[in-house]
C-alpha cells in the first residue's frame, strides 16, 4: 500500500486543529450529549419515543451541517421480534460525495449506535420509582463525535476523493439489529466500502481509558494509517488493541468480509448504570478524537486502492458464510419467527444458559486474563445447536469454554421463514470478567 500522508494532510490537520481551539466545536459535542441524555429521551431503548428522538435529532444535525441525506428524518425503519412483542426502529443514514469521478463510488463507512438500555421500574419504600439510564459514554459520545466529524468533511469534501457515508444505527441492543438491516438491506453495494468505522464509548480519558482502535484481523495498512498519521503531526493518537476486539455495530460489517475498525476511550464503572451522565465525559478528549477520525477517513478516502479484506481471517467467501453444511442459513432478522430457547430470544439464551453452566478456565484465573469470547452458531430446522466455533478471541482457553457451553445447548424452537423451518447462524459475545476483590 502507498501511504498518502503528504504537505496536504499536515495543512488539513494544522486547519482543523486551529478551528478546534476556538472552543465551539467542543461545546457542540456537549450540546450533543446533553440533549441525548436528557431525562425527556428515556433513556433511548429501541422501539421507544426516546430513541425517535434521537435519530431525529441525528438527523437534524447532518443535514444542517450539510450531508446530503440518504433516508428521511422518520429513518429507515426495520421491525425487531422480541419475545413478547415486536419493536419498530430506525437507521439514520446520509453521505458527502466524493469528487473524483473514479473512486466516489467507493465509501467510506462511519456509524454509531442511537439506542441505550432504556428505563428500569424498582419499589422504593413500597413506591415505584422510574430509573433512566442516560448513555452519555455509551453511546451518546459516540453519536457526538460523529456528529462533529460529519460537520468538517462537508465543510471540506473537496478533500474526499472517496464518498463518507455517516450512519446512526438504531437497536444496537438487541443485536446490533440496526447495523446488520444497513448492510443487509438497504446498502446496495458492500463489496464497494473500503473501510467500516465504528464510534463507540469515547467519552473518557487518562490511564484507565486510553484512546485505543480495534480492527479484528490486524491490518498493515490500518496500522500503517495510524502511525503516518503520528508522523505528520497529528495531537491524539490511538494505540492498538491487543485483541480482544469488544462488541459493537462493527460486527454484521466483519462478516460480510469488510475491513472495520473500532475507535474506543473503552468502559468505566457509571457505563450501563444510572451515572453515565453528561456532566462525567470529556469533551476536550473528544474534540482530538474528532480530528484524528477526520483525517484518519480522509487518509482512507484518498488512497489509490481500497483497503485490502481481511481474507486470513475466513475459511470461504463471504457467500459460503450463508450455506455452512450446504444448505442455505438465515440471520435472526431475515426470518419471519427467529429460534426461541425455552420461549425467550439469545438474550435468554446467554442469561438462563451459557452463564449459569460457564466455568472460569483455571489458567486464565490465575494469570488474570479476562476477555469477550464472540462464538458463532447455527440453530438447526429441528432445533439442535451445530457449527459452534469460537470467532474471536484473545484466549484459546476462554474460547474452548464458550464452545463448550453453548456445544451442549439444549433444543431450540427453530426459526421459520414462509412457514418453513429454517437454519439459523447467530454470533454471540460471551463475557468473561473477573470479580474485584
Known amino acids: ?177 440496526g447495523s446488520w438491516y444497513f448492510i443487509n438491506k438497504t446498502f446496495p453495494e458492500p463489496d464497494s466500502i473500503s473501510i467500516m468505522i465504528d464510534v463507540r464509548s469515547v467519552g473518557r480519558s487518562g490511564p484507565l481509558n486510553p484512546f485505543t482502535y480495534y480492527n479484528g484481523v490486524s491490518s498493515p495498512e490500518v496500522n500503517s494509517l495510524v502511525d503516518g498519521l503520528s508522523e505528520v503531526g497529528a495531537f491524539y493518537i490511538p494505540e492498538e488493541g491487543d ?75 463471504a457467500d459460503s458464510l450463508a450455506s455452512i453444511g450446504g444448505e442455505r442459513t438465515y440471520s435472526p432478522y431475515e426470518v419471519d419467527t427467529p429460534p426461541e430457547f425455552f420461549r425467550g430470544d439469545v438474550g435468554t439464551f446467554l442469561r438462563e444458559w451459557v452463564y449459569t453452566y460457564l466455568k472460569y478456565p483455571d489458567i486464565p484465573l490465575s494469570q488474570g486474563v479476562s476477555g469477550t469470547v464472540t462464538v458463532e452458531f447455527i440453530v438447526e430446522k429441528d432445533g439442535s445447536v451445530t457449527n459452534v466455533r469460537a470467532i474471536r478471541g484473545n484466549d484459546q482457553y476462554l474460547e474452548d469454554e464458550a464452545v463448550r457451553v453453548i456445544s451442549a445447548s439444549p433444543k431450540w424452537k427453530p426459526g421459520v421463514l414462509g412457514g418453513e423451518k429454517v437454519r439459523v447462524k447467530y454470533s454471540v459475545p460471551v463475557e468473561f470478567r473477573l470479580k474485584k476483590r
Request: glycine share 10%.
Open 243 to 317: 485483541g480482544m476486539l469488544p462488541s459493537g455495530d462493527y460486527l454484521p460489517f466483519y462478516e460480510k468480509n469488510i475491513p472495520v475498525v473500532l475507535f474506543t476511550a473503552g468502559s468505566d464503572r457509571n457505563m450501563r448504570t444510572v451515572r453515565d451522565r453528561a456532566s462525567f465525559l470529556d469533551y476536550e478528549s473528544m474534540d482530538y478524537i474528532c480530528d484524528f477520525i477526520y483525517n484518519f477517513i480522509r487518509e482512507v478516502a484518498n488512497m489509490e486502492l481500497m483497503i485490502d479484506r481481511p481474507e486470513e481471517y475466513w475459511t470461504g467467501t
Open 1 to 177: 500500500m502507498k501511504r498518502t500522508a503528504s504537505i496536504l494532510i499536515l495543512a488539513g490537520l494544522s486547519a482543523v486543529l486551529s478551528y478546534a481551539q476556538n472552543g465551539e466545536e467542543t461545546a457542540r459535542l456537549e450540546d450533543h450529549v446533553v440533549f441525548l441524555t436528557s431525562d425527556s429521551l428515556g433513556g433511548r431503548r429501541a422501539g421507544s419515543p426516546g430513541e425517535t428522538a434521537a435519530a431525529e435529532y441525528v438527523y437534524d444535525c447532518l443535514y444542517e451541517a450539510g450531508v446530503t441525506m440518504l433516508s428521511g428524518r422518520e429513518g429507515q425503519e426495520f421491525s425487531i421480534v422480541l419475545e413478547d412483542d415486536t419493536v419498530m426502529s430506525r437507521n439514520i443514514v446520509g453521505i458527502v460525495n466524493g469528487y473524483d469521478d473514479r473512486l466516489r463510488n467507493q465509501y467510506v463507512v462511519i456509524g454509531a449506535n442511537m439506542d441505550h438500555l432504556g428505563t428500569n421500574v424498582m419499589t422504593v419504600d413500597g413506591r415505584s420509582v422510574t430509573q433512566i439510564f442516560p448513555g452519555a459514554n455509551d453511546n451518546a459520545s459516540g453519536i457526538a463525535v460523529m456528529l462533529e466529524v460529519a460537520k468538517r468533511v462537508a465543510a471540506s469534501s473537496f478533500f474526499f476523493k472517496r464518498s463518507v457515508v455517516f450512519a446512526g444505527f438504531g437497536a444496537r441492543e438487541q443485536g446490533m439489529a
